[in-house]
């Protein structure tokens, strides 16, 4: 028996895709606007390329930030490379995309959250549901609300 249609792996690809076209919009184009993005990435993931003493400050992740300063940005089919500024310091990364844990554009209020999900037995339980992506951006805060009290009457 199948295990059914992956609706959440089908998800991150597709949100994947989205900030791949983004990414190569911006190199051909460059940032317009306000337009910038926070990138977190996960610095252990396999092909992630960072200096190794960014990778020593940061561990485990670290978020980017494209906006005023990057240089040489060129996007393939599995990530993107870009030299950002790091204390007075270019530095070339490469990115996975699969590597990126959230994707935020502050400037338009966008963000993508991509969860990880772990199975610990994959092989034993088919009722695994993938881990849902999440959109970062926060709700607007309600106005008041207005309470009927009638319920409340004799």
């Given at each position: 028996m199948t295990r059914g249609i992956d609706?959440?792996?089908?998800?991150?690809q597709a949100m994947r895709g989205l900030i791949r076209e983004v990414m190569i919009r911006t190199a051909e184009q460059g940032l317009p606007g306000a337009h910038h993005f926070f990138i977190t990435l996960n610095t252990q993931y396999p092909g992630v390329e960072m200096a190794d003493w960014l990778k020593a400050r940061y561990p485990d992740e670290i978020t980017i930030v494209i906006q005023?300063?990057?240089?040489?940005?060129?996007v393939d089919e599995q990530g993107f490379a870009?030299?950002?500024n790091f204390g007075n310091q270019p530095e070339p990364?490469?990115?996975?995309?699969?590597?990126?844990s959230t994707f935020v554009d502050p400037s338009v209020e966008f963000?993508?959250?991509f969860e990880t999900h772990v199975d610990e037995d994959d092989d034993e339980d088919e009722d695994d549901e993938e881990a849902p992506m999440l959109h970062s951006v926060p709700e607007a805060p309600k106005a008041g609300e207005v309470v009927s009290l009638d319920k409340?009457?004799?």
């Open positions: 609706y959440g792996n089908l998800m991150h005023h300063w990057f240089e040489n940005l060129a870009v030299t950002l990364l490469y990115v996975p995309f699969d590597a990126i963000g993508l959250k409340f009457r004799k």
